[in-house]
């Protein structure tokens, strides 16, 4: 932790000013495309809420129900495809504006810790450079974490009364996931290290279960709380101004002042606890995990071949 407060207090304020930069910057991108379908869904809304609502109170009878492939058809081939394929168009916009922010975070925190030195430039630099290869770590996480469920919707109707089964799985699965969120930690902290691609940090982040396996469920379990914590603290303070102001006579103030005031500390602060984690994934990694995992980098040279003034004298014969 030592290692990590001293990265922060030297490189923090930077790092947070990037990372806000970016996020107005994805933001803006991202607000004319979302308003305009906004705008084309007006009318269609009530019925999409109908079904999220649906959807929200028993996902699994929503699924199964094919309710949504129904939806899905009266809106292919109809007046509205053009509506799925613009919605289509932005959600794949979100998703790219999303990995662009934390390729930019995950790159301006390398910088930091390897090179001691980083700018808000860094942060835009290494979202664009490694914005494919953490979408396809993305990818190839989101699968892996959806396939046990897609498998229990699928043996779901015939082991429905079985709770020695619904035991064991989710029990099974618990540690499978559990494993799985030490590699996921640790994968994007590899690719930008190592600067392997996606699918080699992939396989590297199980590695570290294999290699370290303490070392680098501790460096997970504190990366969660310190988020967790972070964001805890940041919640209180957004709400602060809120219960200030409802202080005031005019309650007014409070409804309409501070809820804009919270949003605004929120948005302006919700990168920090990300920041502290990132920090600590990093100097945890280096200190403890990189070693253990690359034991070949550790080795001194088996041969040495002097050269220059370093050759030995030749013996006379």
Same mark, same amino acid.
């Given at each position: 932790m030592k290692e990590t407060f001293r990265l922060l207090n030297r490189h923090g304020t930077r790092l947070w000013l990037g990372s806000l930069m970016g996020s107005l910057v994805v933001l803006t991108l991202l607000l004319i495309p979302h308003l305009f379908i906004y705008m084309v869904l007006g009318s269609k809304l009530p019925q999409l809420k109908d079904h999220a609502k649906q959807a929200a109170a028993s996902?699994?009878?929503?699924?199964?129900?094919?309710?949504? %492939?129904?939806? $899905?058809?009266?809106? !292919? *081939?109809?007046?509205?495809?053009?509506?799925?394929?613009?919605?289509?168009?932005? &959600? @794949?916009?979100?998703?790219?504006?999303?990995?662009?922010?934390?390729?930019?975070?995950?790159?301006?925190?390398?910088?930091?810790?390897l090179d001691d030195s980083v700018s808000p430039g860094h942060f835009f630099a290494c979202g664009l450079r490694y914005m494919v290869r953490l979408f396809l770590l993305f990818l190839v996480q989101g699968i892996m974490m959806a396939l046990p469920f897609i498998l229990?919707?699928?043996?779901?109707?015939?082991?429905?009364?079985?709770?020695?089964?619904?035991?064991?799985?989710?029990?099974?699965?618990?540690?499978?996931?559990?494993?799985?969120?030490?590699?996921?930690?640790?994968a994007p902290i590899i690719m930008f290290t190592e600067g392997m691609g996606?699918?080699?940090?992939?396989?590297?982040?199980?590695?570290?279960?294999?290699?370290?396996? %303490?070392?680098? $469920?501790?460096?997970? !379990? *504190?990366?969660?709380?310190?988020?967790?914590?972070?964001?805890?603290?940041?919640? &209180? @303070?957004?709400?602060t101004p809120w219960l200030i102001l409802q202080l005031f006579e005019d309650g007014a103030i409070a409804l309409i002042v501070g809820p804009v005031i919270s949003i605004l500390l929120f948005a302006t602060l919700s990168s920090i606890p990300i920041i502290v984690a990132l920090g600590f994934l990093y100097t945890q990694y280096l200190h403890q995990i990189q070693g253990s995992l690359f034991p070949e980098d550790q080795l001194d040279p088996l041969m040495y071949t002097p050269e220059g003034d370093d050759k030995p004298e030749a013996k006379p014969v």
């Open positions: 996902p699994v009878d929503f699924l199964l129900s094919g309710e949504w %492939l129904n939806l $899905l058809k009266d809106w !292919v *081939g109809s007046e509205e495809n053009m509506i799925l394929i613009y919605g289509s168009m932005v &959600l @794949l916009l979100t998703i790219s504006a999303v990995v662009f922010y934390f390729a930019g975070l995950i790159g301006s925190m390398r910088s930091a810790v229990f919707l699928f043996i779901y109707p015939s082991v429905l009364d079985s709770f020695a089964f619904f035991f064991t799985y989710w029990m099974v699965m618990g540690i499978i996931g559990v494993l799985g969120s030490i590699a996921f930690c640790h996606a699918f080699r940090s992939f396989v590297y982040g199980f590695k570290t279960i294999q290699g370290n396996g %303490l070392s680098a $469920l501790a460096s997970t !379990v *504190g990366a969660v709380l310190l988020t967790m914590a972070g964001l805890f603290v940041i919640l &209180l @303070l957004s709400f």
